[in-house]
């Protein structure tokens, strides 16, 4: 069974662009976290979604934001970036809301 | 606010010499506390689930075990294939999917 895939893997962006990260769950989960990790702050939660609705939300900015869509698809979006954004994006997926979650291998973002 | 406390921050051992990590919680009734592990430049990589104290979980040289406050980390006979970061996580039982992760230990063993 192919696990959980995300795209682009690597990006490098600069200041006060936006950017948009893709995450495809393990075939038949319909639940999608995401995950910010770096080095000072650790991994810590973002987002999730559950057919298609966003459930529960961490303590970042409105400048984050996401998306599920019917097949499960989740995507991410970062706008106005800013140099504290640079982190490594994981994004998480469970059969349901609760289930353990497997994670990909994560989105490196640069921001300069 | 759930808390995760992972220890010690690193350790480094000799193949073979048996040792435990540490991860202490405080969460508002916990559903679920799960050990992950973590090479370079990868994901976490799930490794056990555990619910309720006095549950113990095995896998090959790894045993996890819990109680009301903490969770350890048992690793029998390291290998250098073992290290990596191991993060220690805990859900809520209120909030949905959200996993608060410690900061987790690096384990490094030598051959």
């Known amino acids: 069974k192919a696990g959980v895939t995300q795209t682009p893997r690597y990006l490098i962006k600069t200041r006060g662009q936006q950017v948009t990260l893709s995450c495809s769950p393990i075939?038949?989960?319909?639940?999608v976290s995401w995950y910010q990790q770096t080095p000072g702050q650790g991994l810590q939660f973002l987002f999730e979604?559950?057919?298609?609705?966003?459930?529960n939300k961490g303590n970042f900015p409105g400048r984050f934001s996401g998306r599920q869509f019917s097949n499960s698809r989740s995507e991410m979006n970062v706008s106005t970036l800013e140099l504290g954004d640079s982190a490594l994006y994981l994004c998480?997926?469970?059969?349901?809301?609760?289930?353990?979650?497997?994670f990909g291998p994560g989105t490196r973002l640069t921001v300069l | 606010e759930d808390q995760v406390t992972q220890s010690p921050e690193a350790l480094r051992l000799q193949e073979g010499e048996s040792s435990s990590l540490n991860c202490s919680y405080t969460?508002?009734?916990?559903?679920?506390l799960f050990w992950y592990r973590q090479d370079p430049g990868k994901g976490p990589e799930f490794l056990f689930t555990?619910?309720?104290a006095g549950e113990e979980k095995e896998k090959e040289r790894l045993k996890a075990t819990l109680t009301k406050k903490e969770s350890f980390l048992h690793i029998t006979a390291p290998k250098p294939e073992d290290s990596a970061t191991y993060l220690c996580?805990?859900?809520?039982?209120?909030?949905?999917?959200?996993?608060?992760f410690g900061a987790g230990t690096i384990l490094r063993v030598k051959s």
């Open positions: 979604y559950f057919s298609e609705t966003q459930r």
């Open positions: 998480a997926s469970s059969l349901l809301i609760t289930d353990t979650q497997y």
């Open positions: 969460v508002s009734g916990l559903r679920g």
């Open positions: 075939s038949g989960h319909r639940s």
């Open positions: 996580a805990v859900q809520a039982k209120i909030g949905g999917n959200k996993l608060v």
């Open positions: 555990l619910y309720s």
